[in-house]
């Protein structure tokens, strides 16, 4: 049979195929379908002839057989849309760019991942990084041998071409091991719970039994009362074997086969955008799938009623904008995970003959801002006149403070009493196609009040100006690096507040130009 041909693709469609390796790489995975074209790039090669030892004759479609290992990570991509697993795994340029708010979630994740395992302490850390997985899981086999073995941080596991890390694996008190995932989140999700699965797949798969797995999230109702943190209450264990088990069960080999078919393309799966594409997370190729959206068509209104509605903002006008923070992990007595702490403020003060005075409050040090950045406001704002603001975020952030802070609690409501919404105002009485549907400040400045811009900024958003700031407290913070954060930090607040006022001289002129024009 020296010079046969295999039997064609036509022959073995729905031939399960054994994996074997070109260079290095599995190609095909156990139980694994191959479509036709696959097939046909693997059956042109005779029986006989050195086997793969070059190039076959259809090198496109074997290149998609030597397919990228998986990870927990790109396991969850393909749950989400397979395109994105694809785009991933060979495409991982045409991503969005990671900002400064984006990356701070991640740096968040990564805090609290390291701060969970003192909850288990005294711990061995693998501490090989990702792109040294092969050693990693050789060290991890080497601990696990040792029956006294103390928890482990990031064991690393392979099967099946799945790599993962395990946030914290230890000795149970039976047989076998318990696996706990750490979430910064203050809830357990359906997607954490597919992530904890394909984990126990894996381990299992490489020889490891596990007897529980765990979600371990932070809890919401926690209140810090000082001192080291107490992390049994931090901290909520949730059990989650049996529901990983059933969708390992249920879905994964389906899954899996699915994604690995996907991987063997030579194009990326033809999947229209919707819905799945900002849940359970926005897409990392959000932008490169949105770029050929159809434009906002619909057309510049004005509203006759625009001038009226102006008309409800008295003088003095004070235009205001808060900066805050939410640390995952509670800095300050009495508070909970992820509770909003405002550090700034801005505010710009428009008289009836058109002054404008500017003041602002940042903190400075890692005390509670809290009680200052009460203070500071009241004395700052105006007895009456109007309170502008963009959105309701500044309304719900005062009554957490009266709240938190009693003493303080009239006067801050009488503040709540007299703000006005110009993002209220804008959207029921004024549309420009320029501002591409989103009525954010960012995209509305630029059209009404284009000489304001933020590019010339090194903060450029509100989660940009939160993660900085939580560097500036940060105790290795350099006193260098401090000062130009709070000098950036009060350039992009003001310029929040200046865009407030521009914006309503803005929308005065076109409310008397529309009045003209009718």
């Known amino acids: 049979m020296g010079g046969a041909s295999l039997p064609r693709s036509r022959e073995l469609a729905g031939t399960t195929l054994r994996p074997f390796s070109y260079n290095g790489a599995l190609c095909a995975r156990p139980s694994l379908r191959l479509p036709f074209a696959a097939l046909d790039a693997l059956?042109?090669?005779?029986?006989?002839a050195p086997t793969l030892c070059e190039p076959p004759s259809k090198p496109e479609a074997l290149q998609r057989l030597m397919l990228p290992s998986l990870s927990k990570s790109k396991f969850q991509y393909g749950l989400q849309c397979l395109k994105r697993l694809y785009l991933q795994c060979y495409r991982p340029e045409l991503a969005d760019p990671v900002d400064q708010a984006q990356q701070a979630i991640?740096?968040?994740?990564?805090?609290?991942?390291?701060?969970?395992?003192?909850?288990?302490?005294?711990?061995?850390?693998?501490?090989?990084?990702?792109?040294?997985?092969?050693?990693?899981?050789?060290?991890?086999?080497?601990?696990?041998?040792?029956?006294?073995?103390?928890?482990?941080?990031?064991?690393?596991f392979t099967f099946e071409d799945i790599n993962t890390r395990v946030d914290i694996l230890k000795r149970s008190e039976g047989q076998g091991f318990d696996l706990v995932e750490v979430k910064s989140s203050t809830q357990a999700?359906?997607?954490?719970?597919?992530?904890?699965a394909i984990q126990m797949h894996v381990v299992?798969?490489?020889?490891?039994?596990?007897?529980?797995?765990?979600?371990m999230h932070l809890n919401r109702d926690y209140v810090y009362q000082g001192g080291d943190h107490d992390l049994d209450c931090l901290?909520?264990?949730?059990?989650?074997?049996?529901?990983?088990?059933?969708?390992?069960?249920?879905?994964?080999?389906?899954?899996?086969?699915?994604?690995?078919?996907?991987?063997?393309?030579?194009?990326?799966?033809?999947?229209?955008?919707?819905?799945?594409?900002?849940?359970?997370?926005r897409c990392s190729f959000y932008g490169h799938c949105h770029q050929d959206e159809v434009g906002q068509t619909k057309a510049a209104f004005t509203s006759p009623n625009l001038k009226t509605s102006l008309e409800e903002i008295s003088f003095p006008a004070s235009f205001l904008d808060f900066e805050t923070f939410n640390p995952a992990i509670p800095l300050y007595i009495g508070t909970s995970p992820y509770?909003?702490?405002?550090?700034?403020?801005?505010?710009?003060?428009?008289?009836?003959?058109?002054?404008?005075?500017?003041?602002?409050?940042?903190?400075?040090?890692?005390?509670?801002?809290?009680?200052?950045?009460?203070?500071?406001?009241?004395r700052a704002i105006p007895a009456d006149g109007a309170i502008v603001v963009y959105s309701p975020y500044e309304r719900t952030v005062l009554r957490g403070l009266a709240q938190a802070f009693p003493d303080y609690k009239n006067r801050l409501l009488a503040?709540?009493?007299?703000?006005?919404?110009?993002?209220?105002?804008?959207?029921?009485?004024?549309?420009?196609?320029?501002?591409?549907?989103?009525?954010?400040?960012?995209?509305?400045?630029?059209?009404?009040?284009?000489?304001?811009?933020?590019?010339?900024?090194?903060?450029?958003?509100?989660?940009?100006a939160s993660a900085q700031y939580a560097g500036m407290i940060a105790d290795d913070a350099h006193e260098r690096d401090k000062a130009k954060t709070r000098k950036d930090l009060l350039a992009y607040c003001a310029r929040d507040t200046e865009a407030l006022v521009h914006v309503y001289k803005a929308l005065i002129a076109e409310a008397g130009a529309a009045r003209a024009r009718s």
């Open 339 to 378: 509770q909003v702490i405002p550090f700034q403020w801005s505010l710009h003060v428009l008289d009836s003959s058109g002054e404008i005075n500017h003041h602002s409050f940042l903190n400075g040090n890692a005390e509670d801002p809290r009680k200052n950045f009460i203070v500071s406001l009241l």
């Open 43 to 48: 059956t042109a090669i005779p029986y006989g």
């Open 235 to 281: 901290f909520t264990l949730e059990d989650v074997t049996s529901r990983a088990r059933a969708f390992i069960d249920e879905h994964v080999p389906n899954d899996l086969s699915r994604m690995w078919m996907a991987l063997q393309e030579s194009s990326p799966p033809d999947i229209e955008i919707g819905p799945h594409c900002k849940k359970p997370y």
């Open 106 to 156: 991640f740096d968040t994740g990564s805090a609290v991942g390291e701060f969970a395992r003192q909850r288990f302490p005294n711990g061995r850390l693998i501490e090989e990084t990702y792109a040294e997985h092969g050693q990693a899981v050789r060290t991890t086999e080497t601990l696990l041998a040792d029956a006294k073995v103390p928890p482990l941080y990031e064991a690393a």
């Open 415 to 464: 503040l709540c009493d007299r703000m006005i919404d110009l993002l209220k105002l804008l959207r029921e009485n004024y549309y420009h196609p320029g501002i591409g549907g989103s009525y954010s400040l960012k995209s509305v400045a630029p059209i009404l009040a284009p000489h304001l811009i933020y590019a010339d900024l090194n903060i450029r958003d509100g989660g940009a």
């Open 189 to 196: 999700k359906p997607e954490h719970v597919t992530d904890v």
């Open 204 to 215: 299992e798969g490489a020889g490891t039994p596990i007897s529980r797995a765990y979600l």
